[in-house]
């Protein structure tokens, strides 16, 4: 999804993780989101934001299982130990991709991204767009909200804009 | 023992030591005389009229008169505690569920109070009902305004951990759990602290009141423990109720299950009503 700053991206990602106040439907493999409680659709539609919070002191307090988070924290780049860091020790772009760790695994169905990759350097970008499109392949699905047009040309299957407060297709 | 009448000259004479502090505030140039001066006649002019009230309710033992004070008394208290957050919830859940906690909470433990303690003939006797009411209340609203506060400041500055955990699918319950546990640690402080210092550091007011009317001081001791119980039951049943309730229970808006807690901006730096919404970003949702 692009748009330029301001234009309501993250509202719309928001509001579909029903975060903010909103009108209308959304659904996920045709369920709709009234269907469902609160929890469970937040549990299947997950908003990752571009800066994530944190409420425990370790890092791996914010897994269920930390073992079973291994593998894919490694694929991101950073060690196993940094389970017993503690938050504050990690940097920006630790954390934005531990936050993304995070989402994975508790298995959502559907992940909504606010610039997942804004506090990565080009390596770290790479191994993100990768493990993102892993997930898209194995049957997840995702919203992207971007702002680098090349990053687009490398992940993106459809585009849609939001230009004058509303949501157009963008081809080309 | 005798009761000792106290005339109107002994109070002016006791009076002096408050004229005192204002000759200390003029020489210091603290500016506290007219705040001290306002607060003493506020003082003065409200107790001698609720001795009037009292006098008058005693006399008539009216279950509406009575009950009509007491709902006064909780709109007064709920009015406090809506005064002193500094971050309110907006429209009329600011003033009704403070209110709404306290009349619960003071409700049940006077009558509880009454119909199995005091055995008072009727129940509903002014003479104790509205004393008891008084204390309970007072304390009641000590311990929810502090609960609010707590939790209201504590939601908006963890607002970026209780939405990361509301986006991870987990609970109301669960993602607010740590604010509202350390909203009602606050609220149920000052009767912790007050129980364990009794005795020791302080003789409470209620005892030394009997005990200078000349009732056996191990009686007004054991009215003083009674009263005590009731103080802690209705501290932690109203901070509870209003704790749990702010996540649980406020108004909703939109698809009817978000924006559970709508923390307005401290009162002194508004937003403006005809901001965008998006712009009142102090939304926790739910």
């Known amino acids: 999804m692009a748009g330029p700053s301001g234009s309501g991206k993250t509202l719309l990602l928001r509001a579909i993780a029903d975060l903010d106040p909103t009108a209308g439907t959304v659904k996920v493999d045709g369920n709709e989101r009234k269907g469902m409680t609160v929890p469970r659709w937040r549990g299947l539609v997950m908003y990752v934001p571009a800066v994530s919070g944190w409420w425990h002191t370790a890092v791996s307090q914010h897994f269920a299982d930390w073992g079973s988070a291994v593998p894919l924290i490694e694929s991101l780049r950073l060690p196993p130990a940094c389970g017993a860091w503690p938050v504050s020790r990690l940097s920006t772009g630790e954390q934005q991709r531990l936050a993304l760790a995070r989402a994975i695994c508790r298995g959502p169905r559907v992940l909504l991204l606010d610039e997942p990759t804004s506090a990565l350097d080009t390596p770290d970008t790479k191994t993100v767009e990768r493990l993102i499109?892993?997930?898209?392949?194995?049957g997840g699905g995702v919203v992207w909200v971007y702002h680098d047009a090349a990053q687009r040309q490398r992940v993106s299957h459809r585009t849609l804009a939001i230009v004058g407060g509303s949501l157009r297709e963008q081809t080309g | 023992m005798t009761y000792i009448e106290i005339g109107f000259g002994e109070l002016a004479l006791a009076s002096i030591l408050v004229v005192l502090n204002g000759l200390l505030s003029l020489v210091l140039r603290l500016r506290l005389e007219q705040q001290l001066a306002i607060a003493t006649?506020?003082?003065?002019?409200?107790?001698?009229?609720?001795?009037?009230?009292?006098?008058t309710l005693f006399a008539l033992v009216?279950?509406?008169w009575t009950g009509t004070t007491a709902v006064a008394m909780v709109l007064f208290a709920g009015c406090e505690i809506s005064a002193r957050q500094d971050r309110r919830l907006t429209g009329l859940w600011s003033y009704g569920l403070g209110t709404g906690c306290m009349l619960i909470a003071a409700t049940l433990?006077?009558?509880?109070?009454?119909?199995?303690?005091?055995?008072?003939?009727?129940?509903?006797?002014?003479?104790?009902?509205?004393?008891?009411?008084?204390?309970?209340?007072?304390?009641?609203?000590t311990g929810i305004s502090l609960g609010l506060h707590t939790f209201t400041t504590g939601a908006a500055r963890e607002r970026n951990a209780i939405e990361a955990r509301l986006a991870l699918g987990e609970t109301r319950t669960v993602a607010f759990r740590p604010v509202t546990q350390l909203a009602l640690k606050t609220a149920l402080m000052p009767i912790i602290n007050s129980m364990a210092a009794t005795g020791l550091v302080s003789l409470p007011g209620m005892m030394t009141g009997q005990i200078l009317a000349g009732a056996d001081p191990v009686s007004a001791v054991k009215y003083q423990i009674l009263i005590m119980f009731l103080i802690a039951g209705g501290t932690g049943l109203g901070a509870l109720a209003?704790?749990?309730?702010?996540?649980?229970?406020?108004?909703?808006?939109g698809t009817g299950c978000v924006l559970t807690v709508s923390l307005c901006q401290p009162s002194s730096r508004r937003v403006h009503p005809d901001l965008s919404w998006c712009r009142r970003r102090e939304v926790c949702p739910v």
């Open chain 2, 109 to 141: 433990i006077t009558v509880f109070a009454l119909t199995t303690q005091f055995n008072s003939e009727p129940w509903y006797h002014p003479r104790y009902a509205l004393p008891i009411l008084g204390m309970v209340l007072g304390n009641t609203m």
């Open chain 2, 62 to 64: 009216s279950p509406l």
């Open chain 1, 133 to 138: 499109e892993e997930f898209r392949s194995s």
């Open chain 2, 242 to 253: 209003a704790v749990m309730g702010l996540p649980t229970g406020s108004p909703t808006t």
């Open chain 2, 41 to 55: 006649i506020r003082m003065i002019v409200q107790l001698l009229l609720v001795g009037l009230v009292l006098k």
